[in-house]
Nanobody, 132 residues
Framework: QVQLVESGGGLVQSGGSLRLSCAAS????????IGWFRQAPGKEREGVSC????????LYANSVKGRFTISRDKAKDTVYLQLNSLKPEDTAVYYC?????????????????????????WGQGTQVTVSS
């Protein structure tokens, strides 16, 4: 089965850190631009960060810029999202997905601006809960 598998979520206090992992099952993750998304209860899904496959460039949403860092380990064929200085409003289920149409992440004004239908191979998500 072709899909992505997220891990690393958990419960953390405000100001704390987590590292999320995104690994591929059934395909080579390194060939794709990979986006991280999150969805909190009652809210729309939000694109958080993206790393391009073409040149490794990265983009972030304004809400996480300066706090989150996306990276790719080619040897492990895994993409990571380092979450620092976490806030209660970061509480959500975090998903990774592969861009099936582009090797470079979309941006608008230097910020991550995903187009949802371009993404596939969604994982099951990992819960991040930040307590105040």
């Amino acid at each position: 089965q072709v899909q992505l598998v997220e891990s690393g979520g958990g419960l953390v206090q405000s100001g704390g850190s987590l590292r999320l992992s995104c690994a591929a099952s059934g395909f080579i993750l390194d060939y794709y631009a990979i986006g991280w998304f999150r969805q909190a209860p009652g809210k729309e899904r939000e694109g958080v960060s993206c790393i391009s496959s073409s040149d490794g460039s990265t983009l972030y949403a304004n809400s996480v810029k300066g706090r989150f860092t996306i990276s790719r380990d080619k040897a492990k064929d895994t993409v990571y999202l380092q979450l620092n200085s976490l806030k209660p409003e970061d509480t959500a289920v975090y998903y990774c997905a592969a861009n099936l149409m582009r090797t470079r992440c979309r941006d608008s004004g230097g910020l991550y601006s995903p187009v949802g239908h371009e993404y596939g191979y969604w994982g099951q998500g990992t819960q991040v809960t930040v307590s105040s």
